[in-house]
């Protein structure tokens, strides 16, 4: 919602164009409000006596916004990791320099 607050855009838009276009995930979307097909069929045990599952195929993960609702397949994912390591495509030179001397640590490793 602060993504959505500071660009003044739906947070679907602002992932299209700043991270699934530039990192050419194109097998990647977030979908609101809605269950993509095809899809599998998915189980949960939340709310349930022990050892007994619910069908849980239809829950929208929309419930999770930001945390939940892409839907992606196994090759996008690693370009995105890709990209959040490197910055490569999603961050200016200066960016990825500041934030990769932020991530050092204060210390040496024990």
Not at 8 to 21: E, S, T, Y
Request: aromatic letters at 6%; glycine letters at 8%.
């Amino acid at each position: 919602m602060v993504i959505e607050k500071v660009t003044g855009h739906p947070i679907a838009n602002v992932f299209q164009k700043r991270l699934f276009d530039p990192l050419k995930m194109t097998h990647t979307s977030f979908p609101i409000g809605s269950n993509a097909a095809p899809h599998l069929n998915g189980v949960t045990n939340q709310g349930q006596p022990t050892r007994q599952t619910a069908d849980a195929t239809n829950f929208s993960p929309s419930i999770a916004f930001t945390a939940g609702e892409v839907i992606s397949t196994l090759d996008d994912p690693k370009k995105w990791g890709d990209g959040l390591f490197s910055g490569e495509g999603i961050l200016t030179p200066a960016t990825q320099t500041l934030r990769r001397r932020l991530l050092r640590p204060p210390c040496p490793p024990h």
